[in-house]
Structure formats: C-alpha cells, structure tokens
C-alpha cells in the first residue's frame, strides 16, 4: 500500500509540475493580453504607428540575387537579397509581388497570376504592371537562429503563452512516411507577444506562434513567421507575418 501511495505521488509530481508550469504561463499572457495589441488591430508608440496593409493575393519571397527584364541584357535588380520586399531609389517607393490564384474554367487549368504593387512613404498602394528598372532587394534584419529572448534584439519576444496543445505531437512516428520527408512538429500554438523597435520607439504587438519544445523552449523552437525590414532613410520599416496554410500579412511601420 506504501509503494502504491510513493507511485501515485511520483506520478502526481510527474502531472503536476508540467500543468503548474502551463498555468503561469497562461497568467502571464492574461497579463500580456492588456498590454499588447493584436498586429492586425495596429499598434502606436510615443512617435510611430503600426498598421496591417491590405494587399490582394499573396506576397511572394524571392530567392533571386538578380531579376531580369524580357530582354536578357537588362538587369532590373542592381543588388539582391533574400526577401520580400524591393526598393526602388529614383521614387522611393517599395514593391512587393504578389501570387493571385485563378481557378480553372472552361477546360484551362487553374494558375497563379503574378501581380506588383508599390507603396510610398505614406503607405499609399498603387498596382503597377511590372517590377520597376534598377531595384534593390531590401534585407531582412532577422537571422535563421534569431536570438527571439534577447532583449537587444530589433525584435524581443517577451512572452509565448502555450494555448493549444497538438497531440499527434506525441507520436514518435508522427511525419514518418511523408513523400516530402515530413515536417517541423510544433506541441504548442498560442500568442507570442513581441517588442518591436524602431528608431528608438517600441511598439508592442502580438501575432500567432508554434513552439517545438514542450515545457521550456529555447529561441530556436520558435516558429513565428516573421520577417522584418527597415528603410530608415525613408522613416519607415515593414513587418511581414508570414502565415501557416494562408496568405502573408504585411504590416507598415511610419511616423505619426
């Protein structure tokens, strides 16, 4: 009877720590809730406002160090990088591609439209028909390992609350036998809460997360989605969340 009561403790440890643990971590996101604000809803601080852009279709990322027009010879971006976003200096405007899924009618097959748009400083948005002559990639300040718990970071994620547990994430043969090799398990889906800096400003967003750890994840666990480029030269920066199974969301940094 005592071996059975020392198991029954054991095991009552065993539970307990891991939904002890869970259930301050859902406080703090009560805590968190208040202040912070959902980054479709936007965000203000002291001289900068954050606000979700409503563009058609999806925007695309861009692998190509170099772009071409239809003639060979004429190089159309000058300077490449991995992203979302191109710059073009001579109208300083920004212009991202966009995929618009047709669906098939009449006998054709369905297929993705390529679409442009540009948008100036003021975040007006204008369709344009191609990508402009002499672009160049912008960067993306967030690296493969980014350091999401350090608070020296453009972008600090203080809190992650674990909402939504997966629990085919328990299987050890889970993903095993995918044509595609399978893919990243992720136990946990909640808001992560993020300081966003800018030119000395920190706006306070939330946006969707995945975390691959169960109880204590390390930076490299994260899943958020996030891309984050700055035009400082311009008094503005971009936010690109990019989704899981739906289009990216693009968010607009500009002064007030």
């Known amino acids: 009877m005592k071996k059975l009561k020392r198991v029954l403790i054991v095991i009552g440890i065993i539970i307990g720590i891991p939904l002890l643990i869970i259930l301050i971590n859902n406080f703090a996101g009560a805590y968190y809730n208040g202040r912070y604000t959902d980054a479709d809803k936007g965000a203000s601080s002291e001289h900068y406002t954050l606000k ?37 200096g001579a109208n300083k405007k920004i212009i991202i591609q966009t995929g618009v899924y047709m669906p098939a009618r009449e006998g054709n097959m369905g297929n993705t439209i390529m679409q442009y748009y540009a948008i100036d400083k003021d975040g007006s948005i204008t369709k344009i028909d191609s990508l402009p002559k002499d672009t160049q990639s912008v ?39 995918n044509p595609t090799g399978g893919h990243p398990s992720y136990y946990w889906d909640g808001p992560a809460y ?54 990216n969301a693009i968010y607009m940094i500009k002064h007030k």
């Open 52 to 88: 979700k852009l409503n563009i058609p279709g999806d925007i695309e990322y861009h692998f190509d160090d170099v772009a071409y027009s239809a003639d060979p010879n004429d190089t159309i971006i000058k300077e490449g990088n991995d992203g979302h976003l191109y710059y073009e």
């Open 194 to 247: 993020y300081d966003l800096k800018f030119k000395g400003d920190i706006l306070k967003i939330k946006l969707p997360c995945q975390s691959g750890a169960f109880l204590f994840t390390a930076d490299h666990e994260y899943y958020t989605g996030l891309y984050y480029y700055l035009l400082p030269e311009l008094d503005i920066a971009f936010l690109v969340y990019s989704k899981t199974y739906e289009p």
């Open 139 to 177: 960067k993306d300040q967030l690296v493969p390992f980014q350091k999401w718990s350090d608070k020296s970071q453009v972008i600090y994620m203080r809190h992650f609350t674990k909402q939504d547990f997966d629990m085919p994430s328990l299987n050890p043969l889970h993903g095993m036998g």
